[in-house]
């Protein structure tokens, strides 16, 4: 046996001396009311009397999550409001203060809790009149349950079940006496249809005051094998997940799950419920021998079961919930569950907690399940959400629950730093912080080193924008480069902002260029980026990391600029020559021009950073021949940095070369007479070597032929489909089903001749944007040229 089941087990010989629900009866002696429009009320009341309570009251509505309905198939009731109720308070309270007390007792809170009962309303029901199962909501941060006080009277059926879990009280009324029936607000309980006369009941919300913790102290033996079996429980490794895993660490938290549900407000603990109560005294207890941090919290609970009734009533899928709220009654579209076999999967996440601020975050989030133990398992308990699948393909038929819980969550003292660490990196490098402003260096060391076991795995999930720049700075007042390094390893350089570049130079200054420079080498690797395009965004904001590093000077700073630029080029260039690949030149085309404000940042960067040959080397790549960079695609970053940067900032880019080129390249091109009229021949690079590309790449060159007839068999003339789509050809590709092989039919269609007219008047557009727009772009002055920038020595 593991020792959680030890723990549960010992925890489930906790009892507590009350029930979840309390009967009693008295005299209505003391009872004097007076109901508005009705009048005084005598018992036992009578048949004409209930019926002009009747008429005096309205159908009573329930609530269901945020809404409030009137449905007489879930209740079917009478309504007066306590507005409209009258008590003589100062003789009831003869009775009803003693009958508090009693019941307090029976729901099993300590003496040194006092119960303070609210009238919510009347409600008659007469024959026939019902209310199915539901839940009574919280009404109140202290309410604990309810009170109903059953009216003498003359009637049959009626009978109120109160349900908790697996256990059940019937209640009727007694006769010419008042009937009390108290229960917690988290049980579910129902009136049965009344079959003849009429029931009349006062209710009462059931509020607490006092602390409901006081409890009885545990037994010695039973406090003792508590306590020595947590202790146990945080000595022990976890087991593995797998076979092949070997042990992990010791867990860092107990989890326990309480019996009765709780509301955000009401969960304290001090609100606790029957065995609820005296279990968590007995943990607290515990937790104070071994000097462990213990907090309440709620818990999502969610199983995965799967089920043996394939034909759920629902088809394929069927989805099916429940809330209470108020007096809620079940929703009516809810249905019996299926039959449950095996617990397949499940996940706990914790969420509201209770106690003082600065320990909250150290249980936030996902619960391992080898941290968990319960007195009561979730699948007793009436989830708030279901979902069936049933079988699909290789699927089997599953049923996915859902359950709020209420949880006791203790852990070590002594690992809350670390506990609290893997919930909050960001609160962990804060208390780092903390400790080297204080020049406490040894003692953030130390805390610095229990977070190298799993800091790579948490520090990623820290969202705070300024989390990398009060990593570095704490990086850097460690005075110890493996330290530091642990500490920035999980970064990536889409991470690296202004504000934290500009902390790269200390730690340059402390560790050296080369230290830092292989930090941000691990950040830019491959592995830790996504396929395909550079990242846009942060490639765009470079020139701001630039100014950064180099605004103050430091020649470390413009080291690390320059490294950053040439890094990021070098991505844009092989994108770049990926996309050489792409046969469909559209596509091509669209996806160089989202790389015009990455490569604008990368110019102006160079400028920043002082690189002269790295924006000599930019340039080159995109006017040469050698590389084909399409003049559209520069004509594009032409217009991008005339849209995103001011004028007296466009000099200063360095763009002129790129601005005369593509200005010479349309000029020489408008400058070729158009496609003659039975010049049908299409220019289309066909990278695909294979006799049939071949072929077609003579077909669709030819000047003079428009048709061609292609007996191929099916295969074949599938790729020729897929080439001709892909390269976006003029061509229609039809196959004629005669004859054996079927023969492909290609015909080049008039698109061609639209394309290339849509073509030069986009040329001639571009051509006549570029000189009205020249004189931007040209540098005035010697000085233009470092006006984005700050000049530094090489």
Request: aromatic share 8%; hydrophobic share 40%.
């Amino acid at each position: 046996m593991s020792t959680l089941h030890d723990i549960s087990e010992l925890l489930t010989s906790i009892k507590a001396s009350g029930s979840f629900a309390a009967r009693r009866t008295t005299s209505a002696d003391d009872l004097h009311l007076e109901v508005k429009d009705v009048g005084g009320i005598t018992w036992p009341i009578s048949t004409a009397a209930a019926r002009r309570l009747c008429a005096a009251a309205r159908p009573a509505r329930y609530g269901l999550k945020d809404q409030t309905r009137l449905d007489p198939r879930v209740r079917n009731t009478f309504e007066i409001p306590k507005t409209r109720i009258r008590i003589d308070e100062r003789k009831w309270k003869k009775t009803f203060r003693p009958m508090l007390d009693r019941i307090r007792g029976d729901l099993g809170l300590p003496e040194g809790a006092r119960l303070r009962a609210e009238l919510h309303n009347m409600l008659v029901y007469g024959p026939g009149q019902f209310f199915v199962t539901h839940q009574d909501s919280e009404k109140g941060d202290e309410m604990i349950g309810t009170v109903v006080v059953i009216l003498p009277s003359a009637f049959t059926g009626g009978a109120m079940v109160v349900e908790h879990h697996d256990e059940r009280l019937t209640c009727r009324a007694a006769g010419g006496k008042l009937t009390f029936i108290a229960f917690y607000a988290d049980c579910h309980h129902q009136v049965r249809p009344v079959t003849a006369g009429y029931r009349v009941a006062l209710t009462y919300n059931l509020m607490v005051e006092g602390d409901t913790s006081r409890t009885t102290k545990p037994a010695t033996g039973q406090l003792d094998a508590l306590t020595q079996t947590v202790q146990r429980f945080f000595e022990t490794p976890l087991p593995p997940r797998w076979a092949h895993e070997p042990r992990r660490e010791s867990p860092d938290r107990l989890v326990y799950l309480l019996d009765h549900e709780y509301t955000r407000r009401s969960l304290a603990w001090s609100r606790l419920k029957n065995a609820d109560a005296s279990r968590a005294a007995t943990l607290r207890e515990a937790a104070r021998q071994l000097d462990c941090e213990i907090v309440l919290a709620l818990a999502d609970v969610h199983e995965s079961w799967s089920c043996e009734d394939e034909d759920f009533g629902y088809g394929r899928r069927g989805r099916w919930r429940w809330d209470y709220d108020e007096d809620a009654g079940e929703d009516a579209s809810s249905s019996e569950t299926p039959a449950l076999i095996e617990l397949l999967d499940s996940d706990i996440e914790l969420r509201h907690r209770t106690g003082s601020e600065e320990r909250l975050e150290a249980i936030a989030g996902a619960v391992d399940r080898d941290e968990v133990c319960y007195t009561k398992p979730s699948v007793e308990l009436e989830p708030f959400a279901s979902e069936h699948e049933g079988y699909m393909g290789n699927w089997g038929n599953t049923v996915d629950r859902w359950y709020h819980r209420a949880a006791v969550v203790l852990w070590p003292r002594a690992r809350t730093f670390v506990i609290r660490a893997k919930a909050a990196p960001g609160w962990a490098i804060g208390e780092l912080a903390t400790a080297l402003k204080a020049r406490e260096i040894d003692k953030a060391r130390g805390m610095a080193s229990q977070l190298g076991p799993f800091w790579s795995r948490v520090a990623p999930n820290e969202k705070r924008g300024d989390f990398l720049a009060r990593t570095l700075g704490v990086a850097g007042g460690l005075g110890n480069p493996e330290l530091a390094a642990s500490l920035l390893e999980p970064f990536t350089l889409q991470r690296l902002t202004p504000s934290a570049a500009s902390r790269l130079i200390p730690l340059a200054d402390r560790y050296g260029l080369m230290w830092c420079m292989s930090m941000l080498g691990g950040w830019a690797a491959e592995k830790r980026r996504a396929a395909g395009e550079p990242d846009a965004a942060w490639v765009t904001a470079l020139p701001g990391i630039c100014r950064g590093l180099c605004d103050g000077g430091s020649a470390q700073g413009f080291e690390l600029a320059r490294w950053l630029v040439t890094n990021e080029w070098a991505r844009v260039v092989a994108h770049v020559r990926q996309l050489r690949e792409e046969p469909h030149p559209q596509l091509a085309l669209e996806a160089l021009s989202r790389t015009s404000k990455p490569i604008l940042g990368l110019l102006e960067g160079s400028r920043i950073s002082n690189h002269p040959e790295l924006h000599t080397d930019m340039t080159r790549f995109l006017t040469s021949l050698e590389t084909d960079y399409p003049i559209r695609g520069l004509v594009h970053l032409l217009r991008t940095a005339h849209e995103t940067r001011a004028r007296e900032e466009l000099p200063g880019l360095g763009l002129a070369t790129l601005h005369r080129h593509s200005t010479q390249a349309l000029t020489t091109r408008l400058g070729i007479p158009a496609r003659e009229e039975d010049d049908w021949s299409i220019s289309a690079p066909i990278r695909c070597r294979c006799r049939l590309c071949a072929t077609l790449a003579r077909f669709v060159g030819a000047r003079d032929q428009v048709r061609l007839e292609w007996p191929l068999a099916k295969d074949r003339r599938a790729h020729v489909h897929q080439v001709i789509d892909s390269h976006n050809l003029p061509v229609t590709h039809v196959t004629r089903r005669t004859g054996r092989p079927f023969t492909l039919v290609l015909v080049k269609t008039g698109a061609l001749f639209e394309r290339e007219a849509a073509e030069r008047r986009l040329w001639q557009r571009d051509l006549e944007w570029l000189v009205r727009s020249a004189p931007t772009f040209e540098a005035r002055s010697a000085a233009v040229a470092t006006s984005v920038g700050v000049a530094g020595e090489r």
